[in-house]
């Protein structure tokens, strides 16, 4: 475990040391206690019963002799009887508050570090989102962060319980018969020794089970989020031998972990069960040679167990250490991944100006460059198309103007000022982005709506989703506004989930509209009146509409054609179909098969 990860867990403790401190003396205080009953039951036998010297300290004596000495204790057992159960009392309620005090500050950390990892999650680039797995993402913050929390709740006092009690026996055992306390160790390096090497294999072993945990969560993750195409291309089957293959993989790891669990657990009971089976027969032994007396006999045999149980929960206690320090690490994994850097002396202009891409280089690795030297610019107040093939590079420069990448060489400015310089929250504030596949959550429709503000009233609800063309199929639902969409909006089409996702960007107030294909799933005619009410909805609003059909397209004040990286042209509709190029073949294909479905259509109805 590295300083990094040391210090994590540390800073995790000192969140709560006044917690840690009370609990620990608790388990002082409960240690004491434990080791106390033994010592009165061989008093009574020792010296109450049997006349034997006291080994007791002198201020219990001289208050035993107030009371009329250990004639008086024999002949009223039942005050050793109360003594014991009153020890008991306050042991189960200084066990109580122990309890109490490491739970709450388990759930301390667990609180802390789910609200930190959640928070340092959103302020993550888009570029670590992209990589990442969401199954492992949700893993590390669940999973993880309660193997973490347990182990500060239960186990890190049970190290200090654990050291106490060993040296307490120790101390215990070697002032009564130096010669026996020695043979009562003759396990222990054994033990220790045993406890160290499981502690090794077991951190491996975890580390090994997380992961292929993650992937288990990762895949059922994917497949609930694209369980409709999963049902679409009829792959249930596939999906269930991923799935089985994952949990098999996580299986098999796991029960590892467990074997090498049940060989330490079977494997350091045999040998504290043979020392204890020499502490006694040696007992025995010296006591019937009068070495020792049957009190000393009965000190040795309950403390011999109060040492070895400690010595043999070490390797418990290590196991699960080791879970922590794995599910550290890879709960560290996220928060040391850097996040988008703080902007002090970032500005916030008015984002009403022309849009120029000036000679943009840009690739999403080192290996090839999605856009190519691109220049072009976009009038303030117009509305601009992109037209281009699938990895032309068209969702990219819609990356680019929101700041979820940074390009390689080159500069974006709008209204002449660089957008490296403008603040992004600010900048993605007022840029209106509306996605192909929109992302819904499961509220209602008015609450999908609405998200994008704070506060909405209904009738600017209203207002955007006329303006999508989605007020008619809202009212048409079962339960109107209230009606729930289902988990990413899998309850609606494709074109109701456009609709309304525009209706809820629509609600922001956006300097900058970017439709990034997201009318390819509403019909033409629907398309026509959805760019009809954006244009009277935002007129002096800068709008880029990416789509493959040409008829939404055709009515934007400039067209920009991409390919490879590249504009290779740019100009109105009627002057690009007249040119020869990508334009004008897409516009001649789509008019033929129209036409041709026009005619089928006309034959049918005759």
Known sequence: MNKRRMRLMGKLVAQNKWLFIGAALCVLISVVIDYLTPLLLAETLDYYLSGQPSTMPAFVNRWVDSWGGPGFMARNLWIVGLALVGLNIVGGAINFFKGRWQSKAGENVALYLRERLYEHIQHLPFSYHVKAETGDMVQRCTSDVDTVRRFLASQLLAVVSSVLMIVVALTMLFSKNVKLAL????????????????????????????????????????????????????????????????????????????????????????MCMIQSGITLIMCVLF???????????VVFTSYVGKLLW???????????????????????????????????????????????????????????????????????????????????????????????????????????????????????????????????????LRDNVGIAVSHPSQQAIERAAVDASALSFIEDSENGWNTVV??????????????????????????????????????????????HALKEHSRDTTTIIISHRVVTLSQADLILVVEDGHVIQQGTHQQLIHQPGLYARIFNIQTALEEEFARHSAQEVN
């Not at 609930?224 to 098999?248: D, M, N, P």
């Not at 006591?287 to 006999?297: L, N």
Request: with cysteine.
């Open 183 to 270: 043979i009562s160790m003759v396990m222990v390096p054994a033990i220790f020794c045993f406890a160290f090497l499981f502690f090794k294999w077991v951190v491996k072993a975890f580390g090994d089970a997380d992961v292929s945990e993650g992937r288990l969560s990762a895949v059922l993750q994917e497949n609930l989020t694209g369980v409709r195409v999963v049902r679409a291309f009829g792959q249930q089957q596939y999906e269930v031998e991923k799935f089985t293959g994952a949990s098999a993989d996580y299986k098999k790891k796991s029960f590892k972990v467990s074997k090498l669990l049940a060989v330490y657990w079977a494997g350091s009971d045999t």
């Open 287 to 297: 006591a019937a040679r009068g070495e020792i007396t049957v009190g000393t006999m």
């Open 310 to 444: 400690p010595i043999r929960q070490l390797g418990r206690i290590l196991s699960d250490a080791g879970k922590s320090f794995v599910a550290v690490e890879r709960i560290d994994e996220i928060l040391r991944a850097p996040v988008e850097p703080a902007e002090p002396d970032a500005i916030q202009p008015p984002l009403n100006g022309d849009i120029v891409f000036d000679h943009v280089t840009f690739g999403y690795d080192s290996n090839r460059n999605v856009l190519q030297d691109m220049s072009f610019t976009i009038p303030a107040g117009k509305t601009v198309a992109i037209l281009g093939a699938t990895g032309s590079g068209k969702s990219s420069i819609v990356h680019l103007m929101q700041r979820l990448f940074e390009p390689q060489s080159g500069r974006i400015t709008i209204g002449g000022v660089d957008i490296q310089k403008i603040d992004r929250s600010y900048l993605r504030a007022h840029v209106g982005l509306v996605l192909q596949e929109p992302f819904l959550y499961s509220k209602t």
């Open 486 to 531: 289902g988990e990413r909006g899998v309850t609606l089409s494709g074109g109701q989930k456009q609709r309304i996702a525009i209706a809820r960007t629509l609600m922001k107030d956006n300097d900058i509209l970017i439709f990034d294909d997201s009318l390819s799933a509403v019909d033409t005619e629907t398309d026509a009146a959805i760019r």
